[in-house]
């Protein structure tokens, strides 16, 4: 490995991304505070196509990654959210978000960018669709707590959680840049590691070059997304990487989009929640649709 071409790869990603990550921690902030939180939930309890298109669309924009989505979809389910809604909101939520759309359009570019926006909400609303299919009903909607701005607690609170402008713009702040970077910012800094890592090593580079340019290049990026953990923002430059060591452009789109809807925590929540079957219907139809779409990505 060059150690030179590693370092000199990671102040590249770095400045280049940089830009690109404040802007969407910071539109994240503003969709965190002043998105009601009664908004989501609303358009969410019923069991057609326009609940699933509300929650495919909340999902893409929502400022959170897979697991950062998990409570919230888990919460919205005990709330009496329809399970279609739920699926395709857990699918949408991790595909893509406002950071890594602005970090794709980077560094792979326009044509990667509106693909996996469009990607992400057809991903997100065939899942539902397919989920709305079981016999699931949503649970019993619970009594929503009264509290004051001071005691907000629980699971359900109607209060508003800050008294002033300046309050909610601080807190937006808070938000974009501590909490984003806490949640996310190891998977963005690994991400980052495995793209320089494979530009610097050599071999690495040759193999990719040699048997992940056409059909393999497929198998290889599903299985990799299944089983390894990849955030939507943290995937992009690593995606990055192996775009410019010469794997198979749908394939590489493969990768952003089953690898963050895949993760092990994402599947034993589904599984806990609704079942083997809805978890394995889950697997199958990301690997599908993702597989399909990623192929028509390589035709453009």
Known sequence: MDINVFFQTIVHYTIDVAPALAL???????????????FVAKYLAKKNIFSILWAT?????L???????LPVAVSFYKKGARLGPILAFIVATP?????ALLLTYKLLGAKFTVFIFFA???????????????SYEPKAVGKTKSCCVDECSGDVCTCERHHSLFSKIKSVFVYAFWTMPRDIGKEILIGLFLAALITSIAPIGTLIKL????????????VFGLFMYLCSTGSVPLV???VKAGMNTGASMLLLLAGPVTSFGTMLVVRKQFGNKILAV?????SIVALILSYEFSLI
């Open 24 to 38: 969407g921690f910071f539109i994240s902030g503003l969709i965190h505070e002043f998105l009601p939180d009664d």
């Open 57 to 61: 669309l909340i999902g893409v924009f």
């Open 63 to 69: 400022p959170v990654c897979c697991l950062g989505s």
């Open 95 to 99: 595909a893509t978000s406002i950071t």
């Open 120 to 134: 992400a909400i057809i991903l997100g609303v065939i899942m539902g669709l397919i989920g709305n299919l079981f």
């Open 211 to 222: 048997y992940l340019g056409g059909a393999f290049g497929y198998v290889f990026t599903l």
């Open 240 to 242: 990055h990487a192996f």
């Open 282 to 286: 889950y697997v199958i139809t990301i």
